[in-house]
């Protein structure tokens, strides 16, 4: 089983909608979890951390099930501007090093 | 613009030939990563370092790569005899707080290497 693994999509969404995405991880003592944004031929951006608690930013909520080792992302009301890959990483308790999905592609067309 | 920093944003080598990666992390940061990324692929660590230490390079091809971060200047990712399979997108990342886990890290243009 990988470390971290994405579905690559691509989800296709008209705008307005509301679009989720899920991501697992297979190490249990995983503390630290973020999603980034890449777009196409540029570099990774922080998109947001993932706290215990959940959080929201704006139209952007992350969320972390412990449980069943997954964190998920929900954009609401998408934008054409939201198209792009997003990425998952998780690091481990104690670790410096994070590992990164391979990414979910989202194309959010008119 | 503080942002993290890297040069050049193309580079072109005939097969064995050297390619020298250059990383300025964001002001007031003291750790660099680098990665690799194929195209389609996800981003591959490569090595962490703080200055004039490696901290770690699990990541990293036991021959004809190597990294170092100076006291002073940049991150240098030096890759000697460049072969095609080198072929790809290089990042570096800079993060600043040391609590004792990953953190944010925020990351440069990338350097698009190109080997003939």
């Known amino acids: 089983r990988k470390e971290v693994e994405q579905d690559p999509g691509p989800f296709n969404v008209p705008e307005g909608a509301t679009v989720a995405f899920n991501c697992t991880y297979s190490?249990?003592?995983?503390?630290?979890f973020f999603w980034y944004r890449q777009d196409c031929r540029k570099e990774p951006k922080l998109l947001m951390s993932?706290?215990?608690s959940g959080n929201e930013d704006g139209r952007f909520t992350a969320q972390l099930n412990r449980a069943s080792q997954y964190i998920s992302l929900l954009i609401r009301d998408s934008k054409l501007s939201d198209s792009a890959t997003y990425l998952c990483v998780v690091a481990s308790g104690g670790s410096y090093i994070p590992t990164f999905g391979r990414g979910t592609s989202l194309i959010v067309h008119p | 613009n503080a942002g993290v920093m890297q040069n050049p944003r193309h580079l072109v080598r005939r097969r064995g030939q050297e390619a020298r990666l250059r990383c300025s992390p964001m002001?007031?940061?003291?750790?660099v990563y680098w990665y690799r990324q194929l195209p389609e692929e996800g981003l591959k660590f490569m090595v962490y370092l703080q200055k004039e230490n490696i901290i770690d390079e699990s990541g990293m091809p036991k021959e004809r790569f190597s990294a170092e971060f100076p006291k002073e200047g940049p991150s240098i990712l030096r890759i000697q005899q460049v072969v095609r399979g080198d072929s790809a997108a290089y990042f570096c990342a800079s993060s600043g707080r040391t609590s004792g886990r990953a953190n944010e890290q925020f990351f440069g243009p990338g350097t698009r290497l190109t080997v003939l």
């Open positions: 993932v706290y215990s």
């Open positions: 002001k007031g940061h003291s750790h």
């Open positions: 190490n249990s003592a995983s503390q630290s």
